[in-house]
């Protein structure tokens, strides 16, 4: 593999240019969260010269670094500098990283044939002998000695006895190349899915699919780098050519897949033995508990989410014919997170229960019922350590991933903010006044009760409330002119308060047009025709998750791990509505179809309503069918036929120009969307 190698100069460029611009990021982002509002105020002239100062250095870094990025030299300058220096925990960095690759400018054949060896040549590179001395000795004696406790860990969880024998001076695992694995893997899947297609196989190499398929396999190596590795190769995979590279690699893909689904099962039930044997008070929750804090949790997330993405692979990408190796079981569900009402590349697992977003847009869902009255509660499940807003939105929130759109970022919704600890409505962050600052964790979970008898949702972490409260009206508010209980102050007060939360977060008046929700528990549509129905939109629960984020949804088919620390009466959302058999039929008709099928993608003006179960749903009337339901009653129609109830949701349009009809396939890759003209214009490099 050989190529032109990187310019000192042009690395040193792009390197300084890159720390730059997370420093000033990091800057906003630490200015963004600062409690001290008298200190705010008093200073609103510096502050608002420095944010614009600190602006003026963002565009300047940025417009700097793609300059650079241009030219082929500067490109692979780019590269190198990402594959040593990125942080992978970071979201602004993973963010910048996303935002830098799609908008910079067009890399030649030439460039894109060395970006691989590039990358590789930074794998292979020996560090010095002084470097492996400072590595061997930081790695053995530090004080957390984090890769030896991760081996002994790891040793612990499949060894047949619960106290092994650890040695912290065997071998340690060398954490910088562990790092260069991992963001090695994170630019292989970025640029894969960046330039499927015939610039692909320019990235694609021999050596880069033995890598990541020894990776994957490999259970001795670091989770993150194997679940990256796994999604590089779902990446790939989008472009045909190279995804038969992969299916007649000597590992075997499906085979390798299927042994990490049980070793991550084998992991999970071993976690389980070693917490219980230490913590006699575990829940459970959907199947699965909650470790003590701690590196056991950190593992036992790890797991999980590598166990999901390697059966979201079996299904969806190294498919086995029209096998569905992990079923849906919608038997004893009521309400799930609806596949039909999500933005198109959101993964959907865990029979409609378990998220992930490995896309970097920010991925939205709402689920399958609403309410509009009364008291109810769902607690969701973090399973990574970034941003996620977990709400609730009407049927009106837009999701638009493309421009970062998703729940709480209009005035049709609220969400929490579980990496800034916030509440975003109508597109503004609003922090509680508790000076405890906490960024959620994988391992936590979200509470969250929705009042809609007197108009607030509370937020809880790990059944703690802390005053993270938002206040909202809408037309069933039964106490319009009071207070909440134990709400002693206006909402700018700072003393905190005794019972449901330290403060409250009042809402922009735009928020008003939110009716929330009662569900009733409906047993029959005649009970439902007797209920006097309530005014306005409904609210669902809704979440939002940016780039490799994984959340587990409870609705209260499972038991709480942290109910709500009220007195109040409250119901969970499973008894909000019902999944009727015509909509479970679609559902597993979804899963059979590997959720190729276009019902749902609501987030376009021009789309048509989602399906939605018959009971639940706030746009369908006592009684009566949605218009969904009604044209889905001929259960035995053929494939054919339901093919056609498939519709464009892009729009009849070209999605290039948008100015004539789609109406030209791309062979062989069979890509569409486009018109004839611009298809014309379309010059191959």
Not at 434 to 460: M, P
Request: charged share 25%.
């Amino acid at each position: 593999m050989a190529f032109k190698p990187v310019s000192d100069q042009a690395g040193r460029m792009v390197e300084n240019s890159w720390k730059r611009i997370l420093a000033i990021a990091q800057n906003h982002v630490q200015e963004f969260e600062q409690d001290d509002n008298n200190l705010r105020r008093s200073s609103n002239d510096t502050s608002q010269t420095e944010f614009y100062d600190r602006e003026r250095h963002m565009v300047h870094a940025l417009d700097t670094l793609f300059t650079l990025a241009y030219e082929g030299p500067g490109y692979l300058a780019f590269i190198a500098t990402i594959t040593s220096n990125l942080d992978p925990d970071s979201p602004v960095a993973m963010a910048f990283l996303s935002h830098i690759i799609d908008r910079a400018a067009l890399p030649s054949r030439d460039t894109m044939l060395s970006v691989s060896p590039v990358i590789i040549s930074k794998l292979n590179k020996k560090p010095s002998r002084i470097q492996r001395m400072i590595s061997l000795l930081s790695g053995r004696y530090k004080i957390e000695r984090t890769a030896s406790k991760r081996e002994a860990l790891r040793n612990q969880i499949f060894s047949n006895s619960a106290t092994p024998n650890i040695n912290l001076m065997s071998t340690v695992q060398n954490s910088d190349q562990t790092k260069l694995k991992l963001n090695a893997a994170i630019l292989w899947s970025l640029l894969a899915e960046k330039f499927a297609g015939e610039m692909c196989l320019s990235l694609w190499h021999q050596d880069v699919g033995d890598m990541l398929m020894k990776s994957i396999s490999d259970p001795q190596e670091d989770l993150m780098v194997r679940i990256f590795s796994l999604l590089a190769l779902e990446k790939f995979a989008l472009t045909g050519t190279v995804k038969d590279f992969i299916l007649a690699h000597d590992f075997n893909i499906r085979f390798v897949l299927l042994a990490v689904v049980r070793e991550c099962e084998q992991a999970n039930e071993r976690i389980y033995t070693l917490s219980v044997s230490a913590f006699s008070n575990l829940n459970s929750f959907d199947s699965r508990f909650i470790p003590p804090k701690g590196p056991l949790r950190e593992e036992w997330a790890k797991y999980v989410q590598l166990g999901l993405c390697a059966r979201w692979s079996l299904d969806h990408v190294f498919v086995d014919g029209k096998k569905i190796t992990c079923p849906w079981d919608l038997s004893n569900l009521k309400v799930i997170m609806n596949p039909f009402d999500s933005t198109p590349h959101l993964k959907i697992g865990g029979n409609g229960l378990e998220l992930r977003n490995d896309r970097p847009h920010f991925e939205s869902v709402r689920a399958t019922a609403c309410v509009k009255r009364e008291k109810w509660y769902y607690e969701t499940l973090l399973l990574s350590n970034g941003i996620m807003q977990i709400g609730w939105a009407t049927s009106r929130c837009r999701f638009s991933p493309e421009e970062g759109y998703g729940v709480g970022d209009d005035c049709n919704g609220f969400a929490f903010d579980t990496y800034r600890t916030a509440v975003w409505a109508d597109g503004s962050a609003v922090y509680p006044q508790s000076k405890v600052k906490i960024r959620c964790q994988a391992g936590d979970v979200i509470g969250s009760f929705l009042d809609l008898d007197n108009g607030f949702c509370s937020y809880y972490i790990n059944g703690r409330d802390l005053g993270v409260t938002v206040e909202f009206e809408h037309p069933n508010r039964k106490n319009r002119h009071t207070k909440k209980a134990g709400s002693q102050s206006s909402t700018t007060s700072p003393s905190p308060r005794s019972s449901a939360s330290e403060s409250i977060i009042s809402t922009s008046p735009t928020m008003q047009s939110l009716s929330t929700s009662e569900s009733p528990n409906i047993s029959s549509p005649h009970l439902e025709k007797r209920k006097k129905s309530a005014k306005g939109l409904g609210l669902y629960p809704a979440i939002s998750l940016t780039t490799h984020q994984q959340a587990l949804v409870n609705f209260g088919e499972r038991a709480w791990i942290y109910p709500p620390p009220t007195t109040s009466k409250f119901r969970g959302l499973n008894e909000a509505g019902i999944l009727d058999a015509d909509f479970n039929k679609r559902v597993m008709r979804w899963v059979r179809k590997r959720g190729i099928t276009s019902h749902g993608k609501s987030y376009l003006p021009m789309n048509k309503a989602p399906l939605r179960p018959r009971f639940g749903a706030d746009d369908i009337f006592s009684g009566s069918s949605p218009q969904s339901v009604q044209d889905s009653t001929d259960s035995d129609c053929t494939e054919g036929h339901e093919e056609e109830e498939d519709y464009d949701w892009d729009g009849p349009l070209c999605t290039i120009c948008f100015s004539e009809p789609k109406n030209t396939i791309l062979m062989p890759c069979k890509h569409d969307g486009i018109g004839g003209r611009c298809a014309k214009a379309l010059v191959l490099w």
